[in-house]
């Protein structure tokens, strides 16, 4: 189950709204709302990938990505189970 992030989007949406109509430096800004300046610069980092302005994978290829890997890691389990599986039937019936 994916971990819900600690500051919903509408936060971070208006972080960065403060942050580019130029409000403070990024620690000011950060301390009046609470956050790490280094959280700050990712979601405006992130923003800017979303929108086009730089190369990277937006927010969702990245969610895509990670449900991917989620599911491939399910799958290899299950074929490796089935695997072991078909060994044990073909080494059960090769001795009777």
């Not at 972080?15 to 580019?20: D, S």
């Not at 980092?45 to 989620?70: C, I, N, Y």
């Not at 890691?73 to 039937?89: D, G, P, Q, S, W």
């Amino acid at each position: 189950m994916p971990k819900t992030p600690p500051y919903p989007e509408q936060f971070r949406r208006e972080a960065i709204r403060l942050l580019r109509r130029g409000g403070p430096h990024d620690p000011e800004l950060a301390r009046d709302l609470g956050v790490s300046p280094q959280s700050l610069r990712n979601w405006f980092k992130q923003s800017d990938v979303d929108e086009g302005g730089r190369e990277g994978l937006t927010s969702d290829e990245r969610d895509e990505l990670r449900r991917l890997r989620r599911e491939l890691r399910v799958v290899t389990e299950e074929r490796e189970i089935l695997e072991k599986a078909a060994a044990l039937f073909a080494r059960e019936s090769g001795t009777r």
